[in-house]
C-alpha cells in the first residue's frame, strides 16, 4: 500500500492557460475524492466519482473544472483558462466502503499557482 | 452550507503539556474524523468516530464523538515537538455522499 499519489507537487502557470493534475488512489480503493485548499481555511469539497462514475460536484467547481476517471483507478482534474483565483493547493483523497467508509486517506497535494 | 467551528485558532504550548481542542457545528453529523496537516503536506487521518458519546484513543490522542452529534473533542497529552502542524476537524452528515466539511483548523506550535 503505497497511499495516494499526486503529480506534479506543484504547478506555476500563467493565467489563461490549460491545467491538468494526477491522482492515483490507494489500490482497490473505488471513492475518490478532489478537495480544493487555500491560505487558512480547511479542504472543500469540489467532487468525487465511486469507481468511473463522478456522482457528485460541488458549486466551487465552475465550467472551466473537469475530472475524469475513465477506469475507474487513476483521475485527472483539469483546469481551463486558469484565473488568480484558481490558486490553491488540490488535495485528492481516496476510500474504500463498507469497511472505513468515511474514512478518506489524502494525498500530498497539488499546489497550483497561477501569476 | 454546513459550517464547522474548531477553536482555538492557534496554540502555543510547551513540551509535555497536554493540549485539547474542539469542533462545533449547528448541524448533526453522523461522523466525526481529526486530522493533522503539516505545511505543504495532504491531512493525515488521526482518529475517526462514528457514535454519538464515542471515546476512542489513538496513541497520546483521544477523541470524543459529542452526545449532542454537533460537537468533538480531540486531546493531545504529553506533547511532543512533532505534534506542531494544524488539526482539522471534519464532520459526515446524512445524505452527503460521504464527502468531508471540514473546520478552519487549529494551529498547534510545541515549545521545546
Known amino acids: 500500500d503505497t497511499g495516494v499519489s499526486q503529480d506534479p507537487r506543484h504547478k506555476i502557470t500563467k493565467r489563461g492557460q490549460n491545467v491538468t493534475f494526477r491522482c492515483d488512489p490507494i489500490s482497490e480503493h473505488n471513492r475518490l475524492y478532489w478537495y480544493r485548499q487555500t491560505l487558512g481555511q480547511g479542504p472543500e469539497f469540489l467532487t468525487y466519482f465511486q469507481n468511473e462514475a463522478q456522482l457528485e460536484k460541488s458549486r466551487l467547481l465552475s465550467d472551466r473544472f473537469s475530472a475524469e476517471r475513465p477506469k475507474g483507478s487513476f483521475s485527472t482534474l483539469e483546469i481551463q483558462r486558469t484565473e488568480q483565483g484558481d490558486s490553491a493547493m488540490y488535495l485528492c483523497?481516496?476510500?474504500?466502503?463498507?469497511?472505513?467508509?468515511?474514512?478518506?486517506?489524502f494525498g500530498p497535494g497539488t499546489r497550483l499557482t497561477v501569476t | 452550507g454546513q459550517q464547522l467551528n474548531q477553536s482555538p485558532q492557534s496554540m502555543f504550548i510547551q513540551e509535555g503539556e497536554d493540549v485539547s481542542m474542539n469542533c462545533t457545528s449547528s448541524s448533526i453529523f453522523n461522523t466525526w474524523l481529526w486530522y493533522k496537516q503539516d505545511p505543504g503536506e495532504g491531512p493525515v487521518l488521526l482518529i475517526a468516530l462514528y457514535k454519538a458519546g464515542e471515546l476512542t484513543s489513538n496513541g497520546r490522542l483521544t477523541a470524543q464523538f459529542g452526545i449532542t452529534r454537533k460537537d468533538s473533542f480531540l486531546n493531545i497529552s504529553a506533547s511532543i515537538p512533532s505534534d506542531v502542524g494544524i488539526y482539522f476537524c471534519?464532520?459526515?452528515?446524512?445524505?452527503?455522499?460521504?464527502?468531508?466539511?471540514f473546520g478552519k483548523g487549529t494551529l498547534l506550535t510545541v515549545n521545546p
Open positions: 483523497a481516496s476510500s474504500f466502503p463498507p469497511a472505513g467508509a468515511y474514512e478518506q486517506y
Open positions: 471534519a464532520g459526515v452528515s446524512g445524505g452527503s455522499n460521504y464527502k468531508l466539511t
